[in-house]
């Protein structure tokens, strides 16, 4: 009972820190929205009302060889970009670019918790996870050669990795790869969501190409199915005690890890990502990337309207700054 009681107080907080945000909506100006489509890189600063293509200045490094934006970071005071031509970085808000590699074909980036002091860069692409050890200028592939990456996550030691051989883990950053675990379907792992206390408390969950939710309690070893059995689920995202999915045909949420889940609503189209961009602080508020657009609730997805880029396949979706990182408590 103790436990429940935690989680609804939890819930009710969130809700009323959601409401206080919502009522000073206007207060949040300094909030900037990256997407990344097929065409390359867009930007916001009023909320999805208007979207410009970003295209770097004219006196310095343009955008124009990026291709599609399939990977945004926001890290400390820079933002990261990389797409089908390679790594850009800016340090003010996309107005001016910086390239770092031409490594092509990046999907998915993953910077260390402490880039100054340490300058490790993963990037996910079509073939493979590359590690850079010089702040992204040259990147060697690791063990997994082969594949695509489609999510990256880092929270040490153990580096997860959910790609097209399944849901892989490595303790030595890309040395060697343990997985995919037991009880886990074959084939691509399309997303998934860490404890923020994966250390002591390894419990995550993963999103197959053939449909459901799984869950571990043992850090990728050994896997149960945890519902939403033949929805391909496309983003996992924790806020607070809930797990939220975004799936095809469905959007999702649950408040038990797993035993029962409530639909929300129907998919406003294929999910890309999902973003809560006032985390910790609120979260009614969501943004969805869609092959159909971005779209957006005020109602943590109850109902969505369009936010954006209708008709475009955005890729993927960030903030600068970005929420701060919110997970679920430790889960037995």
Known sequence: MRGAWAATALAS??????????????????????????????????????????HGRTSGTRLDALGAARAIRAVAAQVWLGGDGGLYASDDFGE??????????????????WPQADPTVFAGTAGGLLRSRDGGHTFVP???????????????????????????????????????????????????????????????????ASGGVFRSSDGGASWKAAGLGGE?????????????????????????????????AASPGRPARLMFPLAPAAGLEAFLATDRGIFRTLDAGEHWQPAGLQGQDVLEIATFPPPEPVHGKKRR
């Open 13 to 54: 907080a969130l809700l009323l820190a959601a409401d206080g945000a919502a009522q000073q909506g206007e207060m949040v100006t300094t909030l900037t929205l990256f997407a990344g489509t097929a065409e390359g890189l867009w930007r916001t600063t009023n909320w999805g009302t208007s979207w410009e293509r970003v």
């Open 96 to 113: 001016a670019w910086a390239p770092l590699s031409l490594t092509p074909d990046i999907r998915v980036l993953l910077l260390s918790h």
């Open 142 to 208: 690791t063990s997994l050669a082969r594949g695509a990456v489609h999510r990256l996550e880092w929270p040490g030691p153990a580096l997860v990795v959910a790609c097209d051989r399944g849901l892989l883990v490595t303790k030595d950053e890309g040395v060697s790869f343990q997985g995919p675990g037991e009880g886990l379907p074959a084939g691509p792992v399309l997303a998934m969501a860490l404890s923020s206390y994966f250390a002591v408390d390894p419990v995550l969950f993963a999103a197959p």
């Open 232 to 264: 391909s689920v496309r983003d996992l995202v924790w806020l607070g005690p809930f797990l939220y999915a975004a799936g095809e045909s469905g959007f999702y949420r649950t408040q038990d890890v797993g035993v029962s889940w409530t639909r929300l």
